[in-house]
């Protein structure tokens, strides 16, 4: 048994690798996304595949593996008469991501990328259920694997096709607790959100949203407070650090700035 110094340094090195570990699974996908968009062969191909190894072998794997053995020792440290422990471990046991992914391209790629606790559904994700009709932007000649909206705001006045998807509310998929939620919809954030407010309600899980003023043409303080009227506190990162939204300027954050290195479109949503 070690001191409780040694303790603190283990749990701290078990955090630090499980965060480490977590973004590289958040991030890996959109370099995927990114590699399938370029030409074959090309430089940035080659450059992506470099970048794609690197993730997964200098990172994402040793901090899997520092992960789960240091938890392995921080085992050691439990009480295994208390009832709480042997719920995180089937919750860590039974951990699960279910991505929604309407556009049939990006689809199969994402579906033959996933690992076992993770799956694919392709359904587009809404306030009702039925059809509608998923818009892609064409670029390079062939459909572009970002952008596909539904809402027709999006890519008004772009070369699009049209891809008719199915489409349902979250509400009514009948989900087991929901711990996290990403949203990334170019647009169709509020149809959404919309769909989601029972399981909201119920699960009250931790929100990032992407969030763009240029894509609704509603203001982004009332974006932003629709959703806080939920329960939820707002952040965002500015710099690499974390703030609240009272420090969100929109004229220095978000609007007139858009593809530079300042503008802010992710939002974070933790409940009160």
Known sequence: MFDGNVYLWLKALHIIAVIAWMAGLLYLPRLFVYHAEA???????????IMERRLLR?????????ALAVGGVLLTYQDFSDGWLHVKLVCI????????????KMYRILAAAL?????ARQIALSDCAGTA???VPQRNGGWSNQHASLNPHRNEGLDVGKVEVEMCPLNSLDLPPVGFIKIDVEGHEKAVIAGAKGLIERDKPRLIVEL???HTGQPIREAVAEIEALGYEAFFLR??????????????????VEDTPV????????PR
């Open 212 to 214: 763009e003023e240029r």
């Open 39 to 49: 030409e074959p062969g090309s430089e940035l191909s080659e450059t992506l595949k």
């Open 263 to 270: 503008y802010v479109n992710n939002f974070i949503f933790l």
């Open 115 to 119: 690992p076992d606790n993770a799956e």
């Open 133 to 135: 009709m998923l818009e």
């Open 58 to 66: 200098a990172i994402m794997n040793p901090a899997m593996l520092v």
């Open 239 to 256: 710099a690499g650090a974390l703030q609240r939204i009272s420090e969100f300027v929109p004229e220095r954050d978000h609007l007139g």
């Open 93 to 104: 046991a039974g951990l699960m991501v279910i991505a929604f992914e309407p556009n049939p």
